[in-house]
């Protein structure tokens, strides 16, 4: 990621699910129970659904009409 100059479509997509996440306070207070734990767990779930969201983006794309 060091060499990458800008923000990735992944970087793009993981920072729009944490949005959702933090504006969901039921959702995001079910990342506790320490405060620090709770930021890596967000982080981590919004970058995982980025990526599911890549994931599917090209098997959408794949597909022949």
């Known amino acids: 990621w060091r060499n990458h100059k ?7 997509f993981a920072g729009l699910a944490m949005q959702g996440i ?3 306070s039921e959702y995001a ?7 620090s734990m709770a930021h890596e767990g ?9 990526a599911a969201m890549i994931a599917e983006r090209i098997r959408i ?5």
């Not at 967000?42 to 980025?50: C, D, F, Q, R, T």
């Open 61 to 65: 794309m794949n597909e022949k009409p």
């Open 42 to 50: 967000i982080a981590s779930h919004a970058y995982k659904l980025a």
């Open 29 to 35: 207070d079910s990342f506790q129970p320490s405060q």
């Open 6 to 12: 800008g923000m990735t479509l992944l970087d793009h």
């Open 22 to 24: 933090m504006g969901n």
